[in-house]
Nanobody
Framework: QVQLVESGGGLVQAGGSLRLSCAAS????????MGWFRQVPGKEREFVAAINWSGDDTNYADSVKGRFTISRDNAKNTVFLQMNSLQPEDTAVYYC????????????????WGQGTQVTVSS
């Protein structure tokens, strides 16, 4: 059974950094695109970043370009989101998700989701 477990969230001051991790199991990790999304209460889930199965193609939301970096370690079945220069607007629950083969920015096109990890940025 596919499982995605996020970790690494927490409270950080504006301008600081966090690194999120998502450990995957139950799938052939290297064949799946991994994505990060975030959601604030009262708003739709928002695309943050995605990385293809080989790790050589990435995509970022405009709001995080230059600040966030997505990467993956297929040997460890783990995807990371390095978040630098965090701002209060980045506060959200961050979700890891996966879909087979092809990248997407659309939440409904991802078949599996983790439970989320809270990121709170104070000002």
């Amino acid at each position: 059974q596919v499982q995605l477990v996020e970790s690494g969230g927490g409270l950080v001051q504006a301008g600081g950094s966090l690194r999120l991790s998502c450990a995957a199991s139950g799938l052939t990790f290297s064949s799946y695109v991994m994505g990060w999304f975030r959601q604030v209460p009262g708003k739709e889930r928002e695309f943050v970043a995605a990385i293809n199965w080989s790790g050589d193609d990435t995509n970022y939301a405009d709001s995080v370009k230059g600040r966030f970096t997505i990467s993956r370690d297929n040997a460890k079945n783990t995807v990371f989101l390095q978040m630098n220069s965090l701002q209060p607007e980045d506060t959200a629950v961050y979700y890891c998700a996966t879909r087979y083969r092809y990248s997407s920015t659309i939440p409904r096109e991802y078949g599996y989701w983790g439970q989320g990890t809270q990121v709170t940025v104070s000002s």
